[in-house]
């Protein structure tokens, strides 16, 4: 927040009357001390920064050469600017000082009208210290507040509030692959990458001694550089801290970093969703924001062979996805593109691609419903997908056509499981008790038979097959079942309450 030359020329000096001779372009230097002397080798005692004040009184009956010489030691300090005092020894400002100062790119400026030079170092500099004292201030505040987040264990998203109150721009935070992890200030991922581009300051952030990403922040802040710079540099660390606190950084093992985001996901545990992001990056899948995800698990005999799959369907798809095992059961959250009609069907499909190249033999995998990427979406989705899985593996011998099945197929199961166990024996007992009685008394296959006859759409030919029995033998079951029941089992209406009956009465027998 310190004054530009420009700022001190239009407020603390405009009694002094100055006119810029040459320099114009780096008028918004920021000044860091207003300082006058006569002395002509002035220069060995600038640090950079100054606006150096004075009546040219080194510089009286000198040639040229030597006041371009005093010009040019004194740019090479990298002072703000240089005012000479018009009347004791210029009456006007020689060319060859101008040309040279504009040669080196130094403002030169002519105090027209005679001002004691204590009032205007008083002015200035009693300006630029209220500024220090300001900027220091905010530091201090923004340090206090920042400590306050993490002690109170809030993430990213909250950090980048505070930090942004202060800076008033848009702040990004990238990892160091150059994925986006979190934003403010901004309406979505293209505005914040607009942000990106057209940055005017960034810090690293350093988490256990490795650069983890950068802060980066957008035009538009009402600090000046210097003050914004310190502003990245004193937040950079708190964020790093909050990343590692959100799991995000596990050092340079991706699969361990997926492997705790999925167990997290998969036990309901809460997470924000920059740190969803930031631990999804970290896990090696950063393109996952903005898109649809699939959630998929997989039950095998040896989880390297489930891992194949989801490696290989990843693969397919041409998007990296977070894959791990948990709790003994292969897991992974998959990405297809937003505008995927069908995205269980393309990770299906993908799936199934991987079979070619490994055998399938006692593994069970479920295809999930697509969700957005947030945390309370993809929890829930995967405990669905826990759940079918289960009913998956308990039925793999059984009714299910091969080793893959999804959520959507496997709705009604899940629906009946939801269900106490009174109501399901009601629903049981209440639509298919002759066919449950007729089984028992007989040892026959009837309930079964409409299950899987219902499943295939009332199709005679795909139930036959499906069971591996005559069309013949299927007319006659279904002539009993019409018969035991007293009604018609390809009623429509009757289609919906018929498959939750047969599946309650499964489900029940299988307990």
Same mark, same amino acid.
């Given at each position: ?15 002094? %009357? ?44 000198? %040639?040229? #050469? ?58 200035? /500099? ?12 905010? +530091? ?37 692959? #150059? ?9 979505? %991922? ?57 799991? &995000?950084?596990?050092?340079? /093992? ?9 167990? !997290? ?36 005999? !040896? ?34 593109? @937003? ?28 295809? #999930? ?41 496997? @709705? ?8 106490? &166990?009174?109501?399901?024996?009601? +629903? ?14 007989? $040892?026959? /296959? ?9 499943? $295939? ?19 006659? =079951?279904? %002539? =009993? ?23 309650? $009465?499964?489900?029940? #027998?299988?307990?």
């Amino acid at each position: 927040m310190l004054p530009t030359v420009r700022e001190l020329l239009a407020d603390q000096f405009v009694r002094a %009357d100055p006119l810029v001779l040459a320099g114009h372009s780096r008028l918004g230097r920021t000044v860091r001390w207003v300082h006058s002397s006569e002395i002509f080798e002035i220069s060995p005692l600038l640090s950079g920064g100054e606006l150096l004040l004075t009546t040219g009184l080194g510089l009286a009956g000198v %040639d040229a #050469g030597t006041r371009r010489h005093y010009l040019r030691e004194i740019a090479g300090r990298g002072v703000a600017g240089v005012a000479f005092e018009l009347g004791r020894t210029f009456a006007a400002i020689p060319p060859d000082m101008v040309e040279e100062a504009s040669r080196n790119g130094l403002p030169l400026i002519a105090l027209r009208t005679v001002v004691p030079f204590i009032d205007l170092c008083r002015s200035a /500099n009693t300006e630029i210290v209220s500024r220090e004292v300001r900027s220091l201030r905010i +530091l201090n505040d923004l340090a206090r507040d920042l400590t306050a987040e993490l002690v109170a264990g809030n993430g990213v998203a909250r950090l980048l509030g505070r930090i942004g109150a202060v800076t008033e721009c848009a702040l990004i935070v990238m990892s160091a692959s #150059g994925a986006l992890i979190a934003a403010h200030g901004v309406d979505d %991922d293209r505005s914040a990458w607009v942000a990106v581009e057209s940055a005017v300051a960034q810090a690293r952030i350093g988490v256990r001694e490795n650069v983890w990403g950068t802060l980066t922040a957008g035009p538009g802040s009402t600090l000046d550089a210097a003050t914004l710079a310190a502003v990245l540099d004193q937040s950079a660390p708190s964020l790093g801290l909050s990343l590692t606190h959100s799991g &995000a950084p596990r050092g340079s /093992n991706p699969q361990q970093t997926a492997a705790a985001l999925l167990a !997290d996901l998969v036990d309901g545990k809460q997470i924000r969703q920059a740190d969803l992001k930031a631990r999804a990056a970290a896990a090696g899948a950063p393109a996952l924001s903005g898109r649809t995800v699939v959630p998929v698990a997989i039950d095998a005999p !040896d989880t390297r062979i489930a891992t194949r799959f989801l490696d290989g369907a990843a693969k397919e798809l041409g998007k990296p996805g977070v894959i791990a095992e948990v709790h003994a059961t292969a897991y992974a959250v998959l990405a297809v593109e @937003a505008t995927v009609t069908d995205p269980v069907g393309q990770v299906g499909r993908a799936l199934r691609k991987s079979f070619a190249t490994n055998g399938t033999e006692g593994v069970s995998i479920v295809v #999930g419903d697509p969700c957005e990427f947030t945390a309370a979406a993809l929890t829930a989705a995967l405990s669905a997908t826990r759940s079918a899985l289960r009913l998956a593996t308990r039925h793999r011998r059984d009714w299910l056509g091969g080793p893959l099945v999804t959520c959507r197929e496997l @709705a009604t199961e899940l629906i009946v499981e939801s269900l106490p &166990a009174a109501e399901r024996a009601r +629903l049981a007992a209440t639509t298919i008790a002759p066919l449950i009685a007729w089984d028992g008394a007989h $040892h026959s /296959n009837l309930t079964r038979t409409l299950e899987v006859y219902l499943r $295939h759409g009332a199709s005679p030919t795909r139930c036959a097959a499906a069971m591996h029995i005559g069309r013949q033998s299927l007319y006659q =079951r279904l %002539d =009993r079942i019409r018969d035991l029941l007293g009604y018609d089992p390809n009623d429509p209406a009757l289609a919906a309450t018929l498959l939750l009956a047969l599946c309650a $009465h499964r489900l029940g #027998g299988d307990r």
